[in-house]
T-cell receptor, first 113, second 112 residues
Framework: NAGVTQTPKFQVLKTGQSMTLQCAQD?????MYWYRQDPGMGLRLIYY???????DKGEVPNGYNVSRLNKREFSLRLESAAPSQTSVYFC????????????FGQGTRLTVV | GENVEQHPSTLSVQEGDSAVIKCTYS??????FPWYKQELGKRPQLIID?????GEKKDQRIAVTLNKTAKHFSLHITETQPEDSAVYFC???????????FGTGTRLTVIP
């Protein structure tokens, strides 16, 4: 039982490049989330998926897109990376349906130069 | 949406002393308040949570209190140990919502 797994762990991009962060959970959770963590800003929600087939914007969705590929997988795409997207990205999942105890992945440290 | 404020941003205590971290929230409909601990370079992990129908909850050396009228909740750690050193985040969830709003974190340092 691996929990929530994110790939890659580290990434350096040039401004304008694109990339996809992958996330998978093996806990049969309904809901999945993408957060970014910046110094002094806490964890801010980018997008979430309450259940398979649905996605919704969070607090800071600009510059990102997501895909809920199936119940297990939820990917985050940066179409044209900008230095302001330098951050640590966390994927999380929860049972959903009113139970929001979130289980986090190990994080992806992204640097855009 | 919900707005969660957390204080202090940094806290240093001597080993064995108590530590208190406070959070306020804006949405009176919020009904779930978890606390997460994040060690350096690691993922956030849930340490304790409380729901709006309860005023206090304890788990060994940690406790959380909730004041719905004042819209604030606090984390209390007693008999602190060096392994308690970490960043702690509070969060809140509005009723009917499916996501958490986090505070900005408190870096706790326990001095041996």
């Amino acid at each position: 039982n691996a929990g929530v797994t994110q790939t890659p762990k580290f990434q350096v991009l040039k401004t304008g490049q694109s990339m996809t962060l992958q996330c998978a959970q093996d806990m049969n959770h309904n809901s999945m989330y993408w957060y970014r963590q910046d110094p002094g800003m806490g964890l801010r929600l980018i997008y979430y998926s309450a259940s398979e087939g649905t996605t919704d914007k969070g607090e800071v969705p600009n510059g990102y897109n997501v895909s809920r590929l199936n119940k297990r997988e939820f990917s985050l795409r940066l179409e044209s990376a900008a230095p302001s997207q330098t951050s640590v990205y966390f994927c999380a999942s929860s049972v959903g349906e009113g139970n929001t105890e979130a289980f986090f992945g190990q994080g992806t440290r992204l640097t855009v130069v | 949406g919900e707005n969660v404020e957390q204080h202090p941003s940094t806290l240093s205590v001597q080993e064995g002393d108590s530590a208190v971290i406070k959070c306020t929230y804006s949405d009176s409909a919020s009904n779930y308040f978890p606390w997460y601990k994040q060690e350096l370079g690691k993922r956030p992990q849930l340490i304790i949570d409380i729901r709006s129908n309860v005023g206090e909850k304890k788990d060994q050396r940690i406790a959380v209190t909730l004041n719905k009228t004042a819209k604030h909740f606090s984390l209390h750690i007693t008999e602190t140990q060096p392994e308690d050193s970490a960043v702690y985040f509070c969060a809140a969830r509005s009723a009917g919502a499916n996501n958490l709003f986090f505070g900005t974190g408190t870096r706790l340092t326990v001095i041996p």
